[in-house]
């Protein structure tokens, strides 16, 4: 097994590891809609903040020689479900072929850490 920090990566809110890996799968945690550059500054509207959280994402599965190619199962939380769930699914849906699209859990959550509107994790696949 091995425990993955990227060091351009996202600044953790809590103490964990960017990634862990086992037996060819890489576990991504969940990824919040800051940026590195600007820890715990958010941008307004579900859009934005799902397009950063994808960055952010990115950013872990290409420190690790992958892609959102190799993701195979994502989960999506959101604070504001019934308000935000179409508008960030326009945003999650450009990021993905459709006819590769990852297998996917959304719930709505009662919060988040820096009071996001959305949080993503993802398993990918070496």
């Known amino acids: 097994m091995q425990f993955h920090m990227i060091a351009d990566g996202p600044k953790p809110v809590a103490p964990f590891s960017h990634a862990v890996e086992t037996d060819g799968f890489v576990f991504v945690t969940g990824q919040m809609p800051d940026t590195p550059a600007n820890p715990g500054v958010l941008p307004e509207g ?22 959102l190619a190799d993701v195979v ?32 859990t959304c719930v709505g959550v009662t919060g988040l850490a820096y009071d996001a509107r959305i949080e993503i994790d993802l398993v990918a696949r070496r």
């Open 73 to 104: 199962m994502v989960r999506i939380y959101l604070t504001a479900f019934k308000e935000d769930y179409g508008r960030m699914n326009e945003v999650y849906r450009s990021y993905f072929p459709p006819d590769r699209l990852p297998a996917r």
């Open 46 to 67: 579900i859009e934005e903040q799902t397009r950063n959280v994808m960055a952010n994402l990115t950013t872990v599965l290409t420190g690790l020689g992958l892609g």
